[in-house]
């Protein structure tokens, strides 16, 4: 078991999409903004529900650190691990990252109607997955 935490907006089809794909190729566990405990919360930044977050025992990523350190979780990631060990000394890399994850959180309503699931936040008002 893994002893990091996949923290996402759980009210939002495409990041449902996104967390439950990475969790389904990892062993960790995904939490919703909606379901934080005060530990978890304690730990993430005061706006933290401005982007996601992976947080280990000893670490907390956010953005698009997180998915980076998520999708080198998945059991297809793991070779790209030590590039994204390399590429991170870069500032212009992490930029790059940094710039992509928020054009897709920017645009996750339109991309949304390309991957997205019912999110957990609205599974029990719904009734659908």
Same mark, same amino acid.
């Given at each position: 078991? &893994?002893?990091?935490? +996949?923290?996402?907006?759980?009210?939002? =089809?495409?990041?449902?999409?996104? !967390? #439950? @794909?990475?969790?389904?190729?990892?062993?960790?566990?995904?939490?919703?903004? &909606? %379901? +934080?405990?005060?530990? +978890? $919360?304690?730990?993430? /930044?005061?706006?933290? #529900?401005?982007? &996601? *977050?992976?947080?280990?025992?000893?670490?907390?990523?956010?953005? =698009?650190? &997180?998915?980076?350190? !998520?999708?080198?979780?998945?059991?297809?990631? $793991?070779? !790209?691990? /030590?590039?994204?060990?390399?590429?991170?000394? @870069?500032?212009?890399? %992490?930029?790059?990252?940094?710039?992509?994850? *928020?054009?897709?959180?920017?645009?996750?309503?339109?991309? =949304?109607?390309?991957?997205?699931?019912?999110? /957990?936040?609205? $599974?029990? $008002?719904?009734?659908?997955?």
């Amino acid at each position: 078991m &893994s002893d990091a935490t +996949l923290v996402y907006d759980d009210d939002c =089809g495409f990041c449902t999409w996104w !967390a #439950e @794909f990475i969790a389904e190729r990892s062993d960790l566990r995904l939490v919703g903004f &909606s %379901e +934080l405990d005060e530990d +978890l $919360r304690a730990r993430l /930044p005061e706006d933290y #529900e401005s982007c &996601s *977050h992976l947080v280990t025992d000893d670490r907390v990523y956010s953005c =698009g650190a &997180s998915i980076e350190a !998520a999708l080198v979780r998945t059991e297809a990631g $793991r070779p !790209a691990r /030590p590039v994204a060990d390399f590429l991170g000394q @870069f500032g212009e890399y %992490e930029t790059l990252r940094e710039r992509g994850y *928020h054009w897709v959180a920017d645009n996750r309503g339109t991309l =949304g109607k390309i991957l997205s699931k019912t999110p /957990p936040a609205r $599974r029990e $008002r719904s009734g659908k997955r």
